[in-house]
């Protein structure tokens, strides 16, 4: 089927309303061996850093809870 695990991305743009699909899509990527990607698109380049600090923390939080994660800007 899928040899090296389903990978997803989750699109993310700062705000607390992108950030509310995480806890739905929670139960599906703890029930499947995925890969998930945290995206940011910066609008500058001063911008990336308080982005990484915030997709690091939610990273964080997924992998506590047994979800891979990683951080794309």
Excluded: F, N
Aim: a neutral charge.
């Amino acid at each position: 089927m899928y040899p090296h695990g389903l990978k997803i991305l989750i699109p993310l743009d700062g705000s607390s309303t992108s950030e509310a699909i995480l806890p739905a899509l929670k139960p599906l990527i703890q029930s499947r061996q995925i890969t998930s990607t945290l995206l940011h698109i910066a609008g500058s380049p001063g911008e990336s850093g308080s982005v990484i600090i915030r997709l690091e923390a939610l990273r964080q939080e997924l992998e506590a809870q047994g979800v891979s994660a990683r951080v794309l800007i």
